[in-house]
């Protein structure tokens, strides 16, 4: 089994930035991609961000050129910056892994989720 646990949410006002943490333990070797999804209320869950132990990633399009994920293999950490934020990325955002996940498939390992939430 792994253990997700987020961090980094909050209050903020639009075209601020934040940025998320999400720490993994247990069964590490059973994953190779990290993800972050999102969830608005009334709305279905979406993928934000994913990367792979080697470093590739895939982003939504409604976030490229404002997210940015990264990974620390060392520390079993994976991060999201957010930059530029709208209201409209205020959501519960979920950590997520698995292997070879990320690319629409949703790993079996998920977070307890963060809020985020940007004022007009």
């Known amino acids: 089994q792994v253990q997700l646990v987020e961090s980094g949410g909050g209050l903020v006002q639009a075209g601020g930035s934040l940025r998320l943490s999400c720490a993994a333990s247990?069964?590490?070797?059973?994953?190779?991609?990290m993800s972050w999804y999102r969830q608005a209320p009334g709305k279905q869950r979406e993928l934000v961000a994913a990367i792979t132990t080697g470093g590739r990633t895939n982003y939504a399009d409604s976030v490229k050129g404002r997210f940015t994920i990264s990974r620390d293999n060392a520390k079993n950490m994976v991060y999201l910056q957010m930059n530029s934020l709208k209201p409209e990325d205020t959501a519960v955002y979920y950590c997520?892994?698995?292997?070879?996940?990320?690319?629409?498939?949703?790993?079996?390992?998920w977070g307890q989720g963060t809020q985020v939430t940007v004022s007009s």
């Open positions: 997520n892994a698995g292997w070879n996940t990320g690319w629409g498939i949703e790993g079996p390992y």
């Open positions: 247990g069964t590490i070797f059973t994953i190779n991609t």
